[in-house]
């Protein structure tokens, strides 16, 4: 049974840090792309980072580079997501995401087939 499990969320003050995990379950991870969208107040879930299946290169959201870092344990079957300079605007529920193979666009919400539950970050002032 596929699934992701999510943990690391939490409440800091801007300019903290947090760092998610993501455990998946049943899934290829040595041959998927593996990513991280959000949801915030706008109700839009919109991407903010992937890694690339065949090397791991990360992509980012313009929104977050030079502060986030998408990483991956293979050992452990876990994706991460580094969020260093956090700001009220990050404030979201995070959601990992994992689809074997290759994508067309790794930013799309509909390119992926297995997602996790979320786990909500807050940024307070």
């Known amino acids: 049974q596929v699934h992701l499990v999510e943990s690391g969320g939490g409440s800091v003050q801007a300019g903290g840090s947090l760092t998610l995990s993501c455990r998946v379950y049943d899934v290829a991870f040595r041959r998927s792309t593996m990513g991280w969208f959000r949801q915030g107040p706008t109700n839009a879930r919109e991407f903010v980072a992937h890694m690339r299946r065949i090397d791991g290169a990360p992509a980012y959201a313009d929104s977050v580079k030079g502060r986030f870092s998408i990483s991956r344990d293979s050992a452990r079957n876990t994706l991460y997501l580094h969020m260093n300079a956090l700001k009220p605007e990050d404030t979201a529920v995070y959601f990992c995401?994992?689809?074997?193979?290759?994508?067309?666009?790794?930013?799309?919400?509909?390119?992926?087939?297995?997602w996790g539950q979320g786990t909500r970050v807050t940024v307070s002032s």
């Open positions: 995401a994992v689809q074997e193979g290759d994508l067309y666009d790794p930013t799309r919400e509909d390119e992926y087939s297995y």
